[in-house]
Nanobody, 115 residues
Framework: QVQLVESGGGLVQPGGSLRLSCAAS????????MGWYRQAPGKQRELVAT???????NYADSVKGRFTVSIGIAKSLVYLQMSSLLPEDTAVYYC?????????WGQGTQVTVSS
């Protein structure tokens, strides 16, 4: 089992920045992908960004150039640096990982972009 715990969410004004963190624990050996999804009220959960152990990244078109996903030195941490935030970025952000083909999810952290 893999446990994922997110932190760093909150309220930010449009144009502002925020960094989310996610710490993985438990059976972390074998995790080959980590990343972030989000779910806005009334919408389906959608991909935000992922990163592989080799450093390959994948971003949703809506966040390209504004968000950056990275892995910590320990490789059990994943970050999402969000800049130039828009009201439409408001959502619950979920950390996720893939280990031997199985997906794991965190509990989510709320990000609200509003003036």
């Amino acid at each position: 089992q893999v446990q994922l715990v997110e932190s760093g969410g909150g309220l930010v004004q449009p144009g502002g920045s925020l960094r989310l963190s996610c710490a993985a624990s438990g059976d972390i050996f074998g995790i080959n992908t980590m990343g972030w999804y989000r779910q806005a009220p009334g919408k389906q959960r959608e991909l935000v960004a992922t990163i592989s152990n080799g450093g390959l990244t994948n971003y949703a078109d809506s966040v390209k150039g504004r968000f950056t996903v990275s892995i910590g030195i320990a490789k059990s941490l994943v970050y999402l640096q969000m800049s130039s935030l828009l009201p439409e970025d408001t959502a619950v952000y979920y950390c996720y990982s893939i280990r031997y083909g199985r997906q794991y999810w965190g509990q989510g952290t709320q990000v609200t972009v509003s003036s």
